[in-house]
């Protein structure tokens, strides 16, 4: 099977360094337009916006752009779909998106997919997959990604729960801030959710440095068993009202993918560690090399060979050579 996942790992690096710019394309334009789609669906206030002719080319820019564009252009089809319900719930998201953008993707642009797969998860219910996975393979500071992933679901989640309500609140915008924010703060999921999240998400980034042999195997143990735990504490703790049924099947799922991916990305071959030592003139030096395992792709070509063609072949290439009766 890890064969199998290292061959596999191989003929994808390949193929991906022949199109790179295609799949980097394609992936970008399917999660702009998985958003933009996903926000109509949510809160599609305003029915022109949520034409396909307006989503399709929107996706399509975000996937010819970097990354900041996307955040840019989902976070603009999310204020103008809010303005029409209030101008100063639309004013306070945007605030919000200012801060994210300042303090965290201005720097980190790419983490804008971070924030995109984790709401997207949240919509189709899978996000217990998420923190085990993500420590895993993401820098310890994206953890904000995930955070404000998180924020921004309860938000449009509140938002499209109470569309009615919104709507007859709209004449008066105060009332309106009013609602949202007593909706989100007294909101226990939330809570519960940030809290496991964000302590899973740590002690796997943490674990997973370590120069301990195993030390990724451990960070998954120990990020399943600290989510679990947390998820059910904090639901107990707060009545949160959260599905255990779900926790655990969420869970289980996550530590089957860091499982294979971790197997994949990578392999290491802890029987084969090797310790060195060696000095100069200032320092003593201690290193412990741990080699990866490389499978190299098999490339087989099936030759199929036609007995016909073969013996019209022969048949032409062989050309007898005429013996005067002199020389016999």
Known sequence: MTTFLLELKTRWLDFYEKHQKKIVFFFKLAMAMTALFLLTYEIGYISFLKSPLIIVPSAVVCGL??????????????????????????????????????????????????????????????EYVLPVVFGLFLPIGYIFAIDFGIIIFYILNTIGS???????????????????????FRNHSLYAVLIAFTVTFLLVSILKRGSFSYSKIYAIITGVVSELILLVVTDIWLSAGLSLAAIIAGTLVGTFIALVMNAVMSPLDYTRTEHVHFEDDEYYYYVKAVPKRRVAASDLKVTTINARDVKERATMEFNPVDVDEEDT
């Open 65 to 126: 752009t970097p990354p900041p564009v996307t955040l840019i252009v989902v976070s603009f089809f999310i204020i103008a779909h809010l303005f029409s319900v209030s101008v100063r719930l639309a004013v306070v998201v945007l605030l919000i998106f200012a801060v994210m953008y300042l303090l965290f993707f201005r720097i980190c642009p790419k983490a804008v997919y971070v924030l995109l797969i984790t709401c997207f998860c949240f919509f189709l219910h899978i």
């Open 162 to 184: 109470y569309e009615a309500t919104l709507t007859r609140l709209s004449g008066v915008n105060v009332q309106v801030i009013s609602y949202i924010a007593e909706s989100i």
